[in-house]
């Protein structure tokens, strides 16, 4: 059975809720009062009985993280993953760059280092899903420096 999520406005919830509170003290119990009620609004029981629980939290009558403050935790786990994302991508570019800048500060004449270009040759780019093409480099393997000797030339 295939059923789809049925959205309830949030004046149905809040006339929900409030019949509920209303007609609480007319049945034994909070899920008597909310079985009896569920039928004429249209959900069923659990759902309109997690309505109430939310309502009684928010307003401090029920011990529970309220609604305001789990939007708030929600917005920080996505803003700390946001900034560990961009430290990741920070950390591969310095280390990239790092390396580039290492190879740009020889003076040594007999020892061939790689230039930026063919660095760049060793690096990657990947394409992330839904932010900007991050430069990943290539590591574990390094230019070894080539000397007349090891090329076989003599002076």
Not at 21 to 48: F, M, N
Not at 81 to 109: M, Q, Y
Not at 118 to 143: D, E, F, M, Y
Request: aromatic share 4%; proline share 5%; hydrophobic share 35%.
């Amino acid at each position: 059975m295939n059923k789809r999520p049925h959205r309830f406005a949030p004046e149905v919830r809040e006339r929900a809720v409030r019949m509920v509170q209303e007609h609480r003290a007319d049945y034994p119990s909070l899920w008597a009062a909310v079985q009896s009620i569920a039928p004429k609004i249209g959900c069923t029981a659990e759902t309109l009985q997690e309505w109430v629980k939310r309502t009684e939290i928010d307003a401090g009558q029920r011990a529970g993280t309220t609604t305001a403050e789990m939007q708030r935790i929600k917005d920080l786990e996505r803003e700390v993953k946001e900034l560990r994302r961009a430290n990741e991508i920070l950390k591969t570019a310095s280390a990239f760059f790092a390396l580039v800048g290492s190879t740009a500060n020889s003076n040594d004449k007999g020892v061939h280092r790689p230039s930026p270009r063919q660095l760049w040759g060793r690096a990657h780019l990947q394409s992330t899903a839904n932010g900007p093409i991050v430069l990943l480099a290539s590591c574990g393997k390094t230019t070894q420096p080539r000397t007349q000797e090891s090329t076989g030339q003599a002076r």
